[in-house]
T-cell receptor
Framework: DAGVIQSPRHEVTEMGQEVTLRCKPI?????LFWYRQTMMRGLELLIY????????DSGMPEDRFSAKMPNASFSTLKIQPSEPRDSAVYFC?????????????FGPGTRLLVL | QKEVEQNSGPLSVPEGAIASLNCTYS??????FFWYRQYSGKSPELIMS????GDKEDGRFTAQLNKASQYVSLLIRDSQPSDSATYLC????????????FGKGTKLSVIP
């Protein structure tokens, strides 16, 4: 398996622009997680899905952030409008039911810089 | 606010020595505990999990949990330069929860 795939790997945008991050989980995994990592706040869970349904979005910082999972092989995290404080590395991870934490694999991340 | 605290380091140890990484957590209801390793510029990878008090060993790694003291640690025996990375402690609170709370990590440097 190719592992969790994220795109783009790097994104530079200007404040106010819309940013869309994409994730393809490992085939057969039914949990998908979006994380954000910054020096100040560390690694934070933003939202997670089970069988394409959002289960907990309490980590989403504000209404500018939204996430969707239209099918089992694709998820997006959108920021609109983007702000400089959104600059971070965004990770997507996926795992299997029943062994969710033992089988959680992270993607390579998307480095976002908002100018 | 559930918190997971780690010393940010850097922690420097000579090659072959034992590296000891520590983590405390605030939520007494925490059930599951994990250690992740993250190389610079890379994504985190799970290296150890522990669920009950005591020690759990896997190769050169030993995780130790003391729920009464709300303390979890990771020992790396015979440290190698390839162990140089940031180690993240993560905690799940409550049965059935999938909410992972991470510490900010301890940077370990193993000196050849």
């Amino acid at each position: 398996d190719a592992g969790v795939i994220q795109s783009p790997r790097h994104e530079v945008t200007e404040m106010g622009q819309e940013v869309t991050l994409r994730c393809k989980p490992i085939s057969g995994h039914d949990y998908l997680f979006w994380y954000r990592q910054t020096m100040m706040r560390g690694l934070e869970l933003l939202i997670y899905f089970n069988n394409n349904v959002p289960i907990d979005d309490s980590g989403m910082p504000e209404d500018r952030f939204s996430a969707k999972m239209p099918n089992a092989s694709f998820s997006t995290l959108k920021i609109q409008p983007s702000e400089p404080r959104d600059s971070a590395v965004y990770f997507c991870a996926s795992s299997l039911t029943g062994l969710a934490w033992e089988t959680q694999y992270f993607g390579p991340g998307t480095r976002l810089l908002v100018l | 606010q559930k918190e997971v605290e780690q010393n940010s380091g850097p922690l420097s140890v000579p090659e072959g020595a034992i590296a000891s990484l520590n983590c405390t957590y605030s939520d007494r209801g925490s059930q599951s505990f994990f250690w992740y390793r993250q190389y610079s510029g890379k994504s985190p990878e799970l290296i150890m999990s522990i669920y009950s008090n005591g020690d759990k060993e896997d190769g050169r790694f030993t995780a130790q949990l003391n729920k009464a003291s709300q303390y979890v640690s990771l020992l790396i025996r015979d440290s190698q330069p390839s162990d140089s990375a940031t180690y993240l402690c993560a905690v799940i609170s409550g049965a059935g929860s999938y909410q992972l709370t991470f510490g900010k990590g301890t940077k370990l440097s193993v000196i050849p």
